[in-house]
């Protein structure tokens, strides 16, 4: 089961994702922790394809089973 929760600042997607996440007994993945790099280095503006690369191998990382939140 693969599960992406998204909405905007606020309004509880890593609440939801951690129940999920718990629930099913799948990994969570947290967009804001791969995208936000030192001094606020924002990778999907910076670096596009290393936002992906990076977003790819926590996805293969995680198996046929996760749960992504982000937007």
Known sequence: MRVVVVGTSGSGKTTMAKALSKALGAPR???DAINWQPAWRDLTNDDPEEFVRRVAVAVDAAGEAW?????
């Open 67 to 71: 749960v992504i939140d982000g937007n």
């Open 29 to 31: 993945i947290e967009l």
